[in-house]
T-cell receptor, first 112, second 112 residues
Framework: EDKVVQSPLSLVVHEGDTVTLNCSYE??????LLWYKQEKKAPTFLFMLTSSGIEKKSGRLSSILDKKELFSILNITATQTGDSAIYLCAVGSGGSNYKLTFGKGTLLTVNP | DSGVTQTPKHLITATGQRVTLRCSPR?????VYWYQQSLDQGLQFLIQYYNGEERAKGNILERFSAQQFPDLHSELNLSSLELGDSALYFC???????????FGPGTRLTVL
């Protein structure tokens, strides 16, 4: 059974701190790894990673995938209160039966 | 706004009943995915359709079924509802498997 594990489950930081969120996975026929941010509504897409070692960056957020060690990290620098959300990691796997398996998420709270 | 629409936003019904949730994908997207999100289970993949055909099946109960119509909108049918079916049901769409999935706002189902 495909498995995606995120850590920590929750994290409380102060504005301006840097955080690192972790995602490890065990899936059959890995195809992609995605990060989403979920506030009080639907998940919104952040990054998709398919190749190992390539860093994707968008403003203060960045992510890297290690396909050998089967994990990814999401970094957020200079955190702001608006970064408070649940961050979801999902792994796409399978051939003709492609599917996404989600981790349970990391709840990030950024205090002023 | 992701471009994916879902109706209704909220649905309250009784055990044993049947409901239909509707999803319209983003313009041009051929794939539609259905997810269930509950507090204890996190986000669970239910089923995927691609251009009218079932493409992948996840943790979907036999009481649940879905279809995608020629105009690419999709419906998720939930029957013989139980209290445990109360959850947020998301629809997502993508151009193809390795493209990003964009989520709709969700339908909150409450079974009393």
């Amino acid at each position: 059974e495909d498995k995606v594990v995120q850590s920590p489950l929750s994290l409380v930081v102060h504005e301006g701190d840097t955080v690192t969120l972790n995602c490890s996975y065990e899936v059959t026929n890995f195809r992609s790894l995605l990060w989403y941010k979920q506030e009080k509504k639907a998940p919104t897409f952040l990054f998709m990673l398919t190749s190992s070692g390539i860093e994707k960056k968008s403003g203060r957020l960045s992510s890297i995938l290690d396909k050998k060690e089967l994990f990814s990290i999401l970094n957020i620098t200079a955190t702001q209160t608006g970064d408070s959300a649940i961050y979801l990691c999902a792994v796409g796997s399978g051939g003709s039966n492609y599917k996404l398996t989600f981790g349970k998420g990391t709840l990030l709270t950024v205090n002023p | 706004d992701s471009g994916v629409t879902q109706t209704p936003k909220h649905l309250i019904t009784a055990t044993g009943q049947r409901v239909t949730l509707r999803c319209s994908p983003r313009s041009g997207d051929l794939s539609v995915y259905w997810y269930q999100q509950s507090l204890d289970q996190g986000l669970q993949f239910l089923i995927q359709y691609y251009n009218g055909e079932e493409r992948a099946k996840g943790n979907i109960l036999e009481r649940f079924s879905a279809q995608q119509f020629p105009d690419l909108h999709s419906e998720l049918n939930l029957s013989s509802l139980e209290l445990g079916d109360s959850a947020l049901y998301f629809c997502a769409s993508s151009a193809s498997d390795l493209n990003t999935q964009y989520f709709g706002p969700g339908t909150r189902l409450t079974v009393l």
